[in-house]
């Protein structure tokens, strides 16, 4: 049974320590926020600038690009329409990077009630044999309590480094998801006033040519 509890610590270890790593390279700003396609929502400032940042978000895949392809699939609709359908592709990203956090989760949890569990073992085995040897070796009884609180220590040191990573990786998550609603928000209020803009001045250019026009026909 002890030597059970050990395997099951030493797997816990390792599906730890597989997600973190696996989620510290998922979770890299530049694979999730490209630098190119920031600036290209920068330099996007009207309608027809919308194929070049499309260009660059297919370019570069990323949850961010993901985002962005999807509000422009939405520009020739009502804004409210194109903020709804973001924040419902938004949360399905937000899910998919918090993917494997709850397997640190569980680690977290779970480690130390392993190693409290083979301490427990180990003691319960320990104090079988002195009932039946009795206490004549105190050196040998320390031993092997040194010996049986090793697999407390064990879930400790399983536990610790998981919270950590843990805690710093759901931070991270939040950090990135309000950097994307910043950036895909920037771009919709951008996108939408510039279409105001055409559709306010063309009314106007109309009926500045109209007047040009009459005037000509009464100079003649």
């Known amino acids: 049974?002890?030597?059970?509890?050990?395997?099951?610590?030493?797997?816990?270890?390792?599906?730890?320590?597989?997600?973190?790593?696996?989620?510290?390279?998922?979770?890299?700003?530049?694979?999730?926020?490209?630098?190119?396609?920031?600036?290209?929502?920068?330099?996007?400032?009207?309608?027809?600038?919308?194929?070049?940042l499309r260009r660059v978000c297919e370019q570069h895949p990323s949850p961010l690009s993901r985002l962005l392809l999807l509000a422009m699939e939405h520009l020739a609709g009502p804004k409210e329409e194109a903020v709804s359908a973001l924040e419902t592709r938004a949360r399905h990203e937000v899910?998919?990077?918090?993917?494997?956090?709850?397997?640190?989760?569980?680690?977290?949890?779970?480690?130390?009630?392993?190693?409290?569990?083979?301490?427990?073992?180990?003691?319960?085995?320990?104090?079988?044999?002195?009932?039946?040897?009795?206490?004549?070796?105190?050196?040998?009884?320390?031993?092997?309590?040194?010996?049986?609180?090793?697999a407390t220590l064990l879930g400790l040191l399983i536990a610790i480094p998981s919270l950590i990573a843990w805690s710093y990786f759901n931070r991270k998550v939040e950090t990135l998801a309000v950097e994307m609603e910043a950036i895909c928000d920037e771009f919709l209020r951008r996108q939408y006033r510039a279409a105001e803009c055409g559709a306010t001045a063309s009314p106007e250019g109309r009926a500045g040519a109209g007047m040009s026009a009459r005037a000509a026909v009464r100079r003649v």
């Not at 320990?126 to 309590?145: E, T, V």
Request: glycine share 10%; charged share 15%.
């Open 1 to 52: 049974m002890e030597t059970l509890v050990y395997v099951l610590l030493v797997l816990t270890s390792l599906v730890s320590l597989t997600f973190i790593i696996e989620r510290g390279v998922a979770l890299r700003w530049r694979k999730v926020v490209p630098p190119e396609v920031e600036a290209a929502v920068e330099s996007c400032q009207g309608r027809e600038d919308v194929p070049m």
């Open 95 to 150: 899910v998919r990077l918090e993917r494997g956090l709850v397997v640190l989760e569980v680690a977290v949890g779970v480690a130390p009630l392993l190693g409290l569990v083979g301490t427990i073992v180990g003691m319960i085995s320990l104090f079988a044999n002195i009932g039946q040897a009795g206490l004549g070796d105190a050196a040998r009884l320390a031993q092997g309590i040194a010996l049986i609180l090793n």
